[in-house]
């Protein structure tokens, strides 16, 4: 395998036909002729190198930027040792800052930061009771991350 990166196209060129009449580019406006090539020559094949460039462009369209953002908000959320804390402590039921404080023996400053952090990645919810805020798990998917989490980790 070579060292170099998949090459980034600049200029549009026209696809060479294929035997048989097919065109060598993946895409319409030929932008993945150069990593086709390149694919090619990992592959020593042209045929798996357009197919396999085909299955790629069409993965990287399906990409939304913006469930990416949502998606990197989660992961960000979670890779804080003190929120993940948090979301296991919150998967026994619904507690309260002064609770949270006294379970992570943290300053009320710290835990407020932490938990609007995760709700604002929608992993956790906020009930007013009066004067004081219950915090709960927002979704049974959140309780379903966690429990994968730990199934990963013991793989």
Not at 7 to 27: A, D
């Amino acid at each position: 395998m070579l060292d170099k990166k998949l090459p980034m196209i600049s200029s549009k060129r026209l696809p060479h036909p294929l035997p048989g009449g097919e065109s060598e580019s993946c895409c319409e406006n030929s932008a993945c002729c150069e990593a086709e090539n390149t694919l090619a020559r990992f592959y020593g094949d042209r045929r798996i190198a357009k197919e396999r460039c085909l299955q790629v462009c069409s993965q990287a369209k399906k990409i939304d930027e913006e469930d990416l953002t949502a998606e990197m908000k989660v992961f960000k959320a979670v890779a804080d040792a003190t929120r993940l804390k948090i979301l296991k402590l919150l998967s026994g039921g619904e507690l309260c800052i002064g609770e949270i404080m006294l379970a992570l023996k943290r300053p009320q400053s710290s835990v407020s930061h932490n938990l609007s952090i995760l709700e604002d990645a929608g992993l956790v919810k906020e009930r007013k009771e009066g004067k004081w805020c219950r915090y709960r798990i927002s979704d049974g998917i959140v309780a379903d991350m966690l429990n994968l989490a730990g199934q990963l980790k013991r793989k």
